[in-house]
C-alpha cells in the first residue's frame, strides 16, 4: 500500500533537501533545478516504510511562479509535510500553501520547521510560537512541529517516525470501484515510448487492462507499469504511484491535467456547480469573473457565476457555478481550487457537487438552492432519490442515473438495490440495464387508480368494476410495467380483487345488490319478450342498468344493436345442440331451423362464436362440448 506526502511551503525553505535527506533521493530530477537550485517541477522520491509499505512524497514548487505545479501536486496527496525555515518563519508562499492544502480537502499533516542549525533555541522558540499562533487560525491547529536540520540530522528520526505513523494511520483503502489516475507527469523513455505517472485514486490497474484518456476519450491498452518506482508489482491500488506505458501512445495526445480511467467512468464537462469556500484575504468574487480553475491535475481559464447574489464575500461559503473554457475530467466530490486570474493568487476552493450543469437563472434559483442543498449532502441514495423525483414517471435506467450523478454504474445499482429494499424505488430488470422509478410516482399512480375505480362504483353502483385493461387507460403517461406493478401490489393486499374479466374494489358487492332486484328482473323480462328476434338497446328505459347487466354477462350484445338475455341464448344454443349434434350447421341450415331471415341467423351465428360456444370451420359451425 502505497501514501501520498505532498510538501508545501515557501521557496528556499528547504522542502527538496529535507525530502531528500529522508529518502536519500533527489526530487530534483531537471538539470535546470539542480543548477540554479530551486524547483520548478514536481519531484517525485519514495521511503519504505516497516510493515511493507511505502511513502511517496511530492515535492512542490515553493515559488510563488509555480503554485499550478504545487496544486497539481497536491490534488492527490493524503496527508502534508508543511516546511517552515526557522531563520525566516512564516512566509507569503507558506500561507498560499496551506490554504490550498486545505481547500483541496487533505486532512492532516506536520510542520517540520528547518534550517535549525542555523539559529539559537531562542529564535527556534519565536519560530514555533508563530507557527503554531497560526495553526490556531485553520483546521490543522495542533498539528506536531518538529524541529529539524538537513544539514546536522538534528530531530530528522523524530520526524521519519512521525510520518511512519501518519502513514499508518491512513489506513487500507478500499480496493473496489472504477480506476482512476490524474497525470501530473508526462514524459518519453527511450525505447518505451510515452509515460504517463499519477497517484492511483480509485480502483486498481494491471499489466493488460484496457484504459480511457480524457479528455480525448481514446482508449489504450497498458503494456508496462512501474508501482511506487519499482518494476515488477502485478497491481497497483489507490495510494500507489503509478507509471504507465501505454500502447500507442504519443506524447501530443496526452498533457498534465488529464485522467486514466476505466473506459466510461470520467466525464468530460465544461460546466460544474460546487461549494465554494473564499479565502478570508481574498478579494470579493464577482459575478462572471474570470478565474483560474484547479481540479484534479488540471487548471482550466472559468467564468465564475455565484447561484444566489452577484458576488461572494471573502471568508465565506456558498454556491457557484463555474463555466470552464477548456473542458476537464471531473466527477461529482472532486476538491477544486481558484486562483485570480491577475494577480495570481489562491482565493478559494471547494467541493463539485454536479457536472455538466445548465446556467444559472434567477427565476429558478431557489429550487437550484434546494438540488444542490441535496448533492452537497454527499449521499448518493439521497442524491439518487432527488435525481428520480426530477425524472417523474419516466424513471432511468442504472445507467441513465449513472450518468445524471457521474457515479459509476456499480455503484448506482448498489445504491438503487438497498433503497429497493427500505422501499424508497421500485425497480424492474436489473443489470445496468435495470429501470428504477420513485416510490412517490407508484403512490401517486395508486391513488389515481384507487380514485378512478372509487368514482366508477360510485356511478354505476351495479357494474362489476372496470375492465383488465382500464388501468392502462386511466394511468395512461406511467410505464405499463408500473402500472403491472401497483395492480400485483393491490390484488396482493387484498384492496382490489379481480373478478373474471373485471377489477372492483374489495368493498364492492361482487353481486347485485337485492334493492335492485325488482329493476333487474323486470328489464330481464321485457328483453326475453322479444325472443329471439332479440330487444332494442336503445329502446332500454335505464341505460346505466342496461350496461351493468351487460358487463354481468346477464344480457348479450348482438349486432345489429339488439341484446337478449343469458338465459334465452343459453337454451336456445342448447336446442341447435340437439337438433345439429356433431355433424354441425351450416347458416342457412340455421335459418331454417330458426324460421327467420339470414340476417337473423347471422346474429346468433356470430353471437355463439363470441361467446365460445361454436367454432367455425369452412362453411360450417359446430357446437363445444362442455
Same mark, same amino acid.
Given at each position: 500500500?502505497?501514501?501520498?506526502?505532498?510538501?508545501?511551503?515557501?521557496?528556499?525553505?528547504?522542502?527538496?533537501?529535507?525530502?531528500?535527506?529522508?529518502?536519500?533521493?533527489?526530487?530534483?530530477?531537471?538539470? /535546470?533545478?539542480? $543548477?540554479?537550485? +530551486?524547483? *520548478?517541477?514536481?519531484?517525485?522520491? !519514495?521511503?519504505?516504510?516497516?510493515?511493507?509499505? +511505502?511513502?511517496? !512524497? *511530492?515535492?512542490?514548487?515553493?515559488? /510563488?511562479?509555480?503554485?499550478?505545479?504545487?496544486?497539481?501536486?497536491? %490534488?492527490?496527496?493524503?496527508?502534508?509535510?508543511?516546511?517552515?525555515?526557522?531563520?525566516?518563519?512564516?512566509?507569503?508562499?507558506?500561507?498560499?500553501?496551506?490554504?490550498?492544502?486545505?481547500?483541496?480537502?487533505?486532512?492532516?499533516?506536520?510542520?517540520?520547521?528547518?534550517?535549525?542549525?542555523?539559529?539559537?533555541?531562542?529564535?527556534?522558540?519565536l519560530v514555533e510560537m508563530e507557527i503554531r499562533d497560526y495553526l490556531k487560525e485553520t483546521p490543522y491547529e495542533g498539528t506536531p512541529v518538529f524541529r529539524v536540520s538537513s544539514l546536522t540530522g538534528e530531530g530528522m528520526d523524530r520526524l521519519r517516525k512521525a510520518i511512519v505513523d501518519m502513514a499508518a494511520g491512513v489506513g487500507e483503502r478500499k480496493t473496489g470501484g472504477a480506476f482512476r489516475l490524474d497525470i501530473d507527469r508526462v514524459f518519453v523513455l527511450e525505447g518505451f515510448g510515452t509515460i504517463v505517472a499519477g497517484t492511483v485514486i480509485s480502483g486498481t490497474i494491471r499489466v493488460g487492462r484496457e484504459v480511457e484518456i480524457q479528455p480525448?476519450?481514446?482508449?489504450?491498452?497498458? =503494456?508496462?507499469?512501474?508501482?511506487?518506482?519499482?518494476?515488477?508489482?502485478?497491481?497497483?491500488?489507490?495510494?500507489?504511484?503509478?507509471?504507465?506505458?501505454?500502447?500507442?501512445?504519443?506524447? $501530443?495526445?496526452?498533457?498534465?491535467?488529464?485522467?486514466?480511467?476505466?473506459?466510461?467512468?470520467?466525464?468530460?464537462?465544461?460546466?460544474?456547480?460546487?461549494?465554494?469556500?473564499?479565502?478570508?484575504?481574498?478579494?470579493?468574487?464577482?459575478?462572471?469573473?474570470?478565474?483560474?480553475?484547479?481540479?484534479?491535475? %488540471?487548471?482550466?481559464?472559468?467564468?465564475?457565476?455565484?447561484?444566489?447574489?452577484?458576488?461572494?464575500?471573502?471568508?465565506?461559503?456558498?454556491?457557484?457555478?463555474?463555466?470552464?473554457?477548456?473542458?476537464?475530467?471531473? *466527477?461529482?466530490?472532486?476538491?477544486?481550487? *481558484?486562483?485570480?486570474?491577475?494577480?495570481?493568487?489562491?482565493?478559494?476552493?471547494?467541493?463539485?457537487?454536479?457536472?455538466?450543469?445548465?446556467?444559472?437563472?434567477?427565476?429558478?434559483?431557489?429550487?437550484?438552492?434546494?438540488?444542490?442543498?441535496?448533492?452537497?449532502?454527499?449521499?448518493? /441514495?439521497? +442524491?439518487?432519490?432527488?435525481?428520480?423525483?426530477?425524472?417523474?414517471?419516466?424513471?432511468?435506467?442504472?445507467? $441513465?442515473?449513472?450518468? =445524471?450523478?457521474?457515479?459509476?454504474?456499480?455503484?448506482?445499482?448498489?445504491?438503487?438495490? &438497498?433503497?429497493?429494499?427500505?422501499?424508497?424505488v421500485i425497480l424492474k430488470g436489473s443489470g445496468s440495464s435495470v429501470k428504477a422509478v420513485g416510490r412517490a410516482v407508484l403512490d401517486a399512480a395508486r391513488e389515481a387508480f384507487l380514485d378512478s375505480l372509487s368514482h366508477h362504483h360510485s356511478k354505476n353502483p351495479l357494474s362489476p368494476g372496470i375492465p383488465l385493461s382500464e388501468p392502462a387507460r386511466i394511468l395512461n403517461g406511467y410505464p405499463q410495467w408500473l402500472v403491472r406493478y401497483m395492480l400485483d401490489e393491490l390484488l396482493e393486499t387484498g384492496k382490489v380483487e379481480r373478478r373474471g374479466d373485471w377489477l372492483a374494489s374489495a368493498g364492492h358487492p361482487a353481486g347485485i345488490p337485492t334493492?335492485?332486484?325488482?329493476?333487474? &328482473?323486470?328489464?330481464?323480462?321485457?328483453?326475453?319478450?322479444?325472443?329471439?328476434?332479440?330487444?332494442?338497446?336503445?329502446?332500454? $328505459?335505464?341505460?346505466?342498468?342496461?350496461?351493468?347487466?351487460?358487463?354481468?354477462?346477464?344480457?348479450?350484445?348482438?349486432?345489429?344493436?339488439?341484446?337478449?338475455?343469458?338465459?334465452?341464448?343459453?337454451?336456445?344454443?342448447?336446442?341447435?345442440?340437439?337438433?345439429?349434434?356433431?355433424?354441425? !350447421?351450416?347458416?342457412?341450415?340455421?335459418?331454417?331451423?330458426?324460421?327467420?331471415?339470414?340476417?337473423?341467423?347471422?346474429?346468433?351465428? /356470430?353471437?355463439?362464436?363470441?361467446?365460445?360456444?361454436?367454432?367455425?370451420?369452412? &362453411?360450417?359451425?359446430?357446437?363445444?362440448?362442455?
Amino acid at each position: 500500500m502505497g501514501v501520498v506526502i505532498g510538501t508545501a511551503g515557501h521557496i528556499d525553505h528547504g522542502k527538496s533537501r529535507l525530502v531528500q535527506y529522508l529518502t536519500g533521493e533527489d526530487p530534483d530530477r531537471l538539470k /535546470e533545478e539542480r $543548477e540554479r537550485g +530551486i524547483t *520548478i517541477e514536481l519531484g517525485y522520491v !519514495f521511503m519504505p516504510i516497516p510493515g511493507g509499505g +511505502i511513502v511517496g !512524497f *511530492i515535492d512542490v514548487p515553493g515559488h /510563488e511562479n509555480f503554485v499550478r505545479q504545487m496544486v497539481a501536486g497536491t %490534488a492527490t496527496v493524503d496527508r502534508f509535510l508543511m516546511v517552515v525555515a526557522a531563520d525566516e518563519g512564516i512566509m507569503p508562499q507558506t500561507r498560499e500553501h496551506l490554504d490550498i492544502v486545505r481547500l483541496l480537502g487533505v486532512e492532516k499533516g506536520l510542520v517540520a520547521m528547518t534550517k535549525c542549525d542555523l539559529v539559537d533555541d531562542e529564535m527556534q522558540e519565536l519560530v514555533e510560537m508563530e507557527i503554531r499562533d497560526y495553526l490556531k487560525e485553520t483546521p490543522y491547529e495542533g498539528t506536531p512541529v518538529f524541529r529539524v536540520s538537513s544539514l546536522t540530522g538534528e530531530g530528522m528520526d523524530r520526524l521519519r517516525k512521525a510520518i511512519v505513523d501518519m502513514a499508518a494511520g491512513v489506513g487500507e483503502r478500499k480496493t473496489g470501484g472504477a480506476f482512476r489516475l490524474d497525470i501530473d507527469r508526462v514524459f518519453v523513455l527511450e525505447g518505451f515510448g510515452t509515460i504517463v505517472a499519477g497517484t492511483v485514486i480509485s480502483g486498481t490497474i494491471r499489466v493488460g487492462r484496457e484504459v480511457e484518456i480524457q479528455p480525448g476519450g481514446r482508449k489504450y491498452r497498458v =503494456r508496462d507499469m512501474r508501482v511506487n518506482a519499482r518494476k515488477g508489482v502485478p497491481l497497483g491500488i489507490p495510494g500507489d504511484r503509478v507509471a504507465l506505458n501505454l500502447v500507442g501512445l504519443r506524447k $501530443e495526445d496526452v498533457y498534465r491535467g488529464c485522467c486514466v480511467a476505466e473506459p466510461g467512468y470520467m466525464k468530460v464537462r465544461n460546466s460544474l456547480d460546487t461549494k465554494l469556500s473564499m479565502v478570508p484575504t481574498a478579494v470579493p468574487l464577482k459575478r462572471h469573473q474570470r478565474v483560474r480553475f484547479h481540479t484534479g491535475t %488540471a487548471e482550466v481559464m472559468a467564468r465564475a457565476v455565484p447561484v444566489e447574489g452577484d458576488v461572494l464575500a471573502p471568508g465565506t461559503t456558498g454556491y457557484v457555478h463555474f463555466q470552464l473554457e477548456s473542458p476537464v475530467a471531473a *466527477i461529482p466530490e472532486d476538491r477544486f481550487v *481558484i486562483r485570480s486570474y491577475s494577480p495570481i493568487v489562491t482565493i478559494g476552493g471547494g467541493k463539485i457537487l454536479e457536472t455538466g450543469t445548465r446556467k444559472v437563472r434567477k427565476k429558478y434559483v431557489d429550487d437550484r438552492i434546494i438540488h444542490l442543498e441535496v448533492l452537497e449532502k454527499g449521499d448518493l /441514495e439521497t +442524491i439518487l432519490d432527488k435525481v428520480l423525483e426530477e425524472a417523474g414517471r419516466s424513471g432511468l435506467t442504472a445507467s $441513465e442515473a449513472a450518468s =445524471r450523478t457521474s457515479r459509476s454504474v456499480d455503484d448506482v445499482i448498489a445504491a438503487l438495490e &438497498n433503497m429497493a429494499e427500505k422501499g424508497m424505488v421500485i425497480l424492474k430488470g436489473s443489470g445496468s440495464s435495470v429501470k428504477a422509478v420513485g416510490r412517490a410516482v407508484l403512490d401517486a399512480a395508486r391513488e389515481a387508480f384507487l380514485d378512478s375505480l372509487s368514482h366508477h362504483h360510485s356511478k354505476n353502483p351495479l357494474s362489476p368494476g372496470i375492465p383488465l385493461s382500464e388501468p392502462a387507460r386511466i394511468l395512461n403517461g406511467y410505464p405499463q410495467w408500473l402500472v403491472r406493478y401497483m395492480l400485483d401490489e393491490l390484488l396482493e393486499t387484498g384492496k382490489v380483487e379481480r373478478r373474471g374479466d373485471w377489477l372492483a374494489s374489495a368493498g364492492h358487492p361482487a353481486g347485485i345488490p337485492t334493492e335492485y332486484g325488482d329493476r333487474v &328482473n323486470k328489464m330481464l323480462s321485457t328483453v326475453e319478450s322479444m325472443g329471439r328476434d332479440g330487444f332494442p338497446a336503445v329502446e332500454l $328505459e335505464d341505460e346505466n342498468l342496461a350496461r351493468a347487466l351487460v358487463e354481468r354477462g346477464l344480457l348479450l350484445e348482438m349486432a345489429d344493436g339488439l341484446v337478449v338475455t343469458s338465459g334465452y341464448a343459453e337454451r336456445l344454443m342448447e336446442e341447435v345442440r340437439k337438433e345439429f349434434g356433431d355433424d354441425g !350447421f351450416a347458416l342457412a341450415q340455421l335459418r331454417d331451423f330458426l324460421g327467420g331471415s339470414r340476417k337473423e341467423a347471422l346474429r346468433w351465428a /356470430e353471437l355463439f362464436d363470441a361467446l365460445g360456444w361454436t367454432v367455425r370451420r369452412g &362453411n360450417k359451425r359446430y357446437g363445444k362440448k362442455g
